[in-house]
């Protein structure tokens, strides 16, 4: 049997899920591939980046990932490193919301937006008591009849108000998307609220119901939504050395894939039933499928070449640029008492962070006792001009915001900023219908394939998922093609 040529471009999480899954497949169905990743960087790992640094260690990229989503925590157990699994510590599991700059607890049951702990919801002071009527007028409010898409703004103004808005909905969606939520859509990031609002006609409704059945059958969800704070900063897990574990253990997993770093794509086109992948370098592969796992505007660029209506629809999803950055302080320098996992900013507190994670307070193991690792989180939609900055002016601007938020003292033992320029997509109204046509036009081509974090989510059990569910596929059309003897009797679930 031919062994398949397939190319994977682009080293991130996507790419790499890909390149492992089309390899654990050709070996459980005897399906010969030869895949290679292709990586226009100098590392594989695409944002996620965890560094070490002394005793310190640093997440420059995504710190953590939702356990409620199975993939990553399925990964880690199929490839026997689940071991490596920590949880969050629950001691410091309280989150904060920045209002006339102090640092508000996020009241006990609060689950996004919903309250779903009446007493502690009253008292909390982080709206007042008009927008708390409001948001509790909930059960109130008719519902939306039209099954047309609208934005998380226009959503949370709908059912809950202004001030769920201001001071809730949207430093907590900035703090997972950079996004504005005028322009989110609630179908491809919140689609849960959109169910609940149809079957229950509201929200709280809907929160109450299910926990109501879940007390009845004593599942987890009770204590799941009673608990939760927030959906950053609920139920997440991580690795103990950090994100990059996850990057370690699949390049290890995957020694049938031939990973080449440094090599930048410039232009992919078919010819003779084979494409063509031309490289920065001038040297031209050969392969038999082709899967980009980019961002939407890289693979755009690529796509050019070939079908400019699919170019058009990839560009067209907006992306932002954000950056984090890793301040280590001594713990005595902070003044303000704080025990927690981070806090959010909302915008009207005119801030430069958009967020702030304790990291050593999260995850255990990333600090000495001594010292507290604050990271910060800059840029998005509403701090572009910060980003035009240097590395100097945002670590200065940071720590003058983490001065005043925390009463630091001093200046900070250590500072590691990473920029992460045009890496979060913006799912905007309408995004769900836009990924449809790039489906629709993508699966013209043949043995031509598409994933990434642009599509059906950000998270990285979003972009593993994807990615696996591509490999499948990948490998039922090679086995589809005349060339490939047949298995059908093979399954690919
Ligand atoms: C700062 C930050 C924090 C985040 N925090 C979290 C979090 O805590 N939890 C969570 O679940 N998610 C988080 N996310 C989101 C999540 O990390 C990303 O959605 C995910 O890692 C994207 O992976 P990817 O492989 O799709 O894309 P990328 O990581 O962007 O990888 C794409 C790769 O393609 C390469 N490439 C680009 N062009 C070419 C070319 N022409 N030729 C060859 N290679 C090319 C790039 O160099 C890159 O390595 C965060 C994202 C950022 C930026």
Not at 99 to 128: E, N, Q, W
Not at 226 to 243: C, I, Q, T
């Amino acid at each position: 049997m031919n062994s398949k040529r397939i190319v994977v471009i682009g080293g991130g999480i996507s790419g790499l899920a890909l390149a492992h899954r089309i390899s654990e497949l050709s070996r459980e169905l005897g399906i010969p591939a030869r895949v290679t990743v292709l990586e226009a960087g100098p590392r594989l790992g695409g944002v996620i980046c965890s560094q070490k640094k002394g005793e310190f260690l640093f997440e420059l990229g995504p710190d953590s990932f939702i356990s409620e989503k199975p993939e990553v925590t399925r990964l880690a157990k199929r490839l026997g490193f689940e071991n490596q699994l920590i949880s969050t510590q629950d001691e410091y599991r309280q989150s904060y919301i920045v209002r006339s700059g102090k640092l508000i607890p996020v009241p006990k049951g609060l689950y996004l937006l919903a309250p779903t702990d009446l007493k502690a919801f009253l008292a909390s002071p982080l709206v007042s008591w008009a927008g708390k009527l409001r948001m509790a007028s909930e059960y109130l409010i008719p519902s939306k009849t039209d099954l047309e898409d609208e934005s998380l703004g226009q959503f949370v103004r709908r059912r809950f108000g202004r001030e769920a808005l201001r001071w809730i909905g949207e430093p907590m969606v900035a703090g997972i998307y950079s996004a504005d939520p005028e322009r989110l859509s609630l179908e491809a990031t919140f689609p849960r609220f959109r169910e609940m609002e149809r079957e229950y006609g509201s929200i709280l409704r809907g929160f109450q119901k299910k926990l109501s059945e879940s007390a009845k059958t004593k599942s987890p969800i009770r204590q799941i939504l009673s608990e939760a704070s927030g959906p950053r900063y609920s139920l997440f897990l991580s690795f103990r050395d950090g994100m990059s574990t996850l990057v370690d253990q699949l390049v290890r997993h995957s020694q049938a894939v031939s990973f080449r770093l440094n090599t930048r794509v410039e232009l992919i086109r078919r010819s003779d039933e084979v494409w063509n992948i031309g490289l920065e370098s001038k040297e031209t592969l050969q392969a038999d499928s082709v899967c980009l796992a980019l961002p939407a505007h890289q693979a755009g660029l690529l796509v050019s070449s070939f079908d400019a209506g699919l170019s058009q629809l990839l560009n067209d999803i907006p992306y932002e640029s954000v950056a984090t950055v890793n301040v280590a302080v001594r713990r005595d320098a902070i003044r303000r008492p704080i025990r927690g996992f981070g806090f959010v900013v909302p915008r009207a507190e005119k801030r430069r962070l958009i967020g702030c994670t304790f990291s050593n307070m999260k995850f255990g193991g990333r600090a000495p006792e001594s010292h507290m690792i604050l990271r910060a989180f800059v840029g998005g939609v509403f701090q572009r001009e910060l980003l035009q900055k240097s590395d100097q002016a945002i670590e200065s601007a940071v720590f003058r915001d983490l001065s005043e938020l925390l009463e630091i003292d001093g200046e900070p033992e250590d500072v590691v900023i990473r920029r992460a320029p045009k890496s979060m997509p913006q799912y905007e109204v309408g995004h769900l219908a836009r990924v449809a046509r790039i489906e629709e036009k993508a699966r013209r081509h043949p043995h031509f394939y598409l994933t990434g974090n642009a599509f059906h989510g950000i998270g990285l059990p979003d972009c593993v998922r994807e990615a696996e569910k591509t490999a499948e596929l990948v490998m039922a059309q090679s086995v589809e093609d005349p060339a490939t003897p047949s298995l059908e009797s093979r399954s690919f679930a």
